[in-house]
């Protein structure tokens, strides 16, 4: 299976590319987007990324703000460099950006085909500006699986998750204009999580990348330690899993709208009993989370075997 991914480029984004190699999903190309940091840093993120992991698909620079010109990030969390770490870091490279232009190369890859598959890890900002600027493509999306939303709480602030706070008119454009979206949303990852005893599986191996992938992971554990929680959710690489094995998940049509003003700005609304025509997303559920997990800690495992 051949996809476009969209990415900010955060630790969890790294991992999710991982689990797409793994099970065997054929990346043909990368888009970035502002997100768990600004767009400079994200672009040496994933600059770095590509040189220690190997990767032969071609990443191009997308939207540093909001459809609205907002730039909001995650670095409150993650810091500056938007990927937590225990105090190693991926390697500041000064090698060739590649094309700048995200756009450009999006719609060339969605004109050469049909039935396009993306899978969408950061704000959509990316994605809805192809939709409303080249509204003859959107026939060529077969489906958009995105790591985002939340339906019975956020973590950006307490309505709404922080993929859809940082451009919810990009949620909004593509739900109008019905792009085939599947919500990957904050339940549904926050039953698929990893611990400890996960973490030092990871430091047993001896690849080339184990020790940063541990030290990373560790990073990303932190979060969740630091809030008194003895296990951290798995988001990214749970949208992977979705599209690649869609039947380890309930996945249901629903109407989804999601906030655009307000103290709830960014929340997204999920209506289950909308049926017919009136339904405009999927959203994926009830995750046989074991076996999500084992899925996605085995790219892990297998990265730090190499």
Known sequence: MNVWVDSDAGFDDLWAVLVARALGL????????????????????????????????????????????????????????????????????????GPTSAFEAMA??????????????????????????????????ERVVWMGGGISSGNH??????????????????????????????????KVRFDASDLQALFRKRGRNAALLGDLAGGYLDIA???????????????????????????????VDVV????????TVVDFQTAGDACNAKVAANPQSATVKRTCMNALLRECER
């Open 157 to 190: 602030t307490p309505a709404a998750e922080f993929n859809a706070y940082a451009d919810p008119e990009a949620l909004a454009a593509l739900l109008a204009r019905r792009v085939p979206i599947t919500m990957v949303e904050l339940d549904t990852c926050r």
């Open 225 to 255: 330690l630091e809030h008194g929680h003895q296990s951290m959710a798995i988001y990214d690489p749970v949208a992977v899993a979705v599209l690649a094995r869609p039947e380890y998940f309930s996945i249901n049509d629903a109407r």
């Open 108 to 141: 060339a890859w969605f004109q050469a085909g049909s039935r396009r598959r993306l899978l969408a890890f950061g704000p959509l900002t990316n994605v809805a500006a192809l939709a409303i600027a080249r509204p003859d493509l959107i026939d060529r999306i």
């Open 260 to 267: 655009l003003s307000g103290p709830e700005r960014g929340r």
């Open 26 to 97: 054929e990346i043909d190309g990368l888009s970035l987007v502002f997100g768990n940091s600004s767009m400079l840093r994200v672009a040496k993120n994933a600059t770095a990324a590509a040189t220690v992991f190997d990767w032969s698909f071609p990443v191009f620079k997308g939207a540093a703000t909001a459809l609205l010109g907002t730039a909001e990030t995650a670095e409150r969390i993650l810091g500056e460099s938007g990927m937590r770490s225990r105090g190693l870091r991926l390697p500041e490279t000064t090698g060739k950006d």
